[in-house]
């Protein structure tokens, strides 16, 4: 089992940025895909972006070019990055991990283990 726990939300204006950390084990950056999702009540989660153990990222297209995906070893952490917030960007974010081969590493099904989330408010 692996534990993953998100931190960093809050309630910030559009226009500015916020950092999302998600703290999980060791052995997770070296061989787990990491990702972050996102979930409004009502609708479907949503992909955000990823991070595969080879350095590799995704990003969704509402996200491109605003936020950014990264992990400090050191401190078995993952961060999001989010700078020109958006209001639709309002949701709770979550972090996901995975050992396996993701063809796809913004679809949630592909993932295992999750996070209890951190809500991200932005008006």
């Known amino acids: 089992h692996v534990q993953l726990v998100e931190s960093g939300g809050g309630s910030v204006q559009a226009g500015g940025s916020l950092r999302l950390s998600c703290a999980a084990p060791?052995?997770?950056?070296?061989?787990?895909?990491l990702a972050w999702f996102r979930q409004v009540p009502g609708k479907a989660r949503e992909g955000v972006a990823s991070?595969?153990?080879?350095?590799?990222?995704s990003y969704a297209d509402s996200v491109k070019g605003r936020f950014t995906i990264s992990k400090d070893n050191a401190k078995n952490t993952l961060y999001l990055q989010m700078n020109s917030l958006k209001p639709e960007d309002t949701a709770m974010y979550y972090c996901?991990?995975?050992?396996?081969?993701?063809?796809?590493?913004?679809?949630?099904?592909?993932?295992?283990?999750w996070g209890q989330g951190t809500q991200v408010t932005v008006s």
């Open positions: 060791e052995y997770t950056y070296s061989y787990y895909c």
């Open positions: 996901a991990a995975d050992s396996g081969v993701l063809r796809w590493p913004l679809l949630p099904h592909a993932y295992t283990y």
């Open positions: 991070l595969d153990r080879d350095g590799s990222t």
